[in-house]
């Protein structure tokens, strides 16, 4: 079983529609991450969760909201998406979030597309 | 604002070739550098992790050495194979400020058999 664990890997989904991602880290880490991918365009940071507490939110739509349960899952909840917001999102976790040595494991990531 | 830029964006080789790809940053206050490999439609797997201490790190064919004061870092890859054919992305921690990683655009290598 991978480190970080994503599902569904592809959703499609209608402005209107309400959907969530998943993710599941089994490497006992204590940060988790959601992270944008658009085509073109670097990788962009969403939230950081640090213990189950969110400790950095990157001016991200309320359309998009984190939700972290416990230190081993994180969830995207999504609501009235654009067309624009259609891309990968990858899902993240490290160690600890304040340990900047801690390298960061990804996720196989989710593809969104809004239709 | 960090900025990070990876020149070229695409590549491709002949198999066997050494070759090098390009990471320059805007900001040399950094903690550290890693690499990460991205295969299509895939997430991102960690390659190599340069602190700001450190000049270079090395992992099998793989090389990659840091130089902070002139905000660059090379990844070298020896002995080229198709296998490596993946896109290769770059990103500085901040030593200040968030602890956020900032990605470049990447590198998108292709080895020819």
């Known amino acids: 079983e991978t480190g970080v664990t994503q599902t569904p890997r592809h959703l499609v989904m209608g402005m209107t529609n309400k959907k969530s991602l998943k993710c599941e880290q089994h490497l006992g880490h204590n940060a988790m991450y959601w992270y944008k991918q658009s085509a073109k365009k670097p990788l962009e940071l969403m939230f950081v969760?640090?213990?189950?507490?969110?400790?950095e939110n990157n001016s991200v739509p309320s359309r998009f909201s984190p939700e972290c349960p416990n230190s081993s899952h994180l969830f995207l909840h999504l609501h009235t998406l654009q067309p624009e917001d259609s891309a990968l999102y990858l899902c993240?976790?490290?160690?600890?979030?304040?340990?900047?040595?801690?390298?960061?494991?990804f996720g196989e990531g989710s593809w969104l597309t809004v239709v | 604002k960090q900025e990070v830029t990876q020149i070229p964006a695409a590549l491709s080789v002949p198999e066997g070739e050494n070759l090098v790809l390009n990471c320059s940053f805007t900001?040399?206050?950094?903690?550290?550098l890693q690499w990460f490999r991205q295969d299509p439609g895939k997430g991102l797997t960690s390659l190599l992790l340069i602190q700001s201490s450190q000049r270079e790190q090395t992992s099998g064919r793989l090389n990659a050495s840091l130089d902070k004061s002139s905000g660059r870092s090379t990844l070298y890859i020896a002995a080229s194979q198709p296998g490596d054919s993946a896109t290769y992305l770059c990103?500085?921690?901040?030593?200040?400020?968030?602890?956020?990683?900032?990605f470049g655009k990447g590198t998108k290598l292709t080895v020819n058999p």
């Open positions: 993240a976790s490290s160690q600890d979030w304040t340990e900047r040595g801690n390298t960061i494991y």
């Open positions: 969760y640090s213990l189950e507490e969110r400790v």
């Open positions: 900001d040399s206050a950094i903690y550290n």
């Open positions: 990103a500085v921690r901040g030593r200040s400020g968030s602890e956020k990683l900032v």
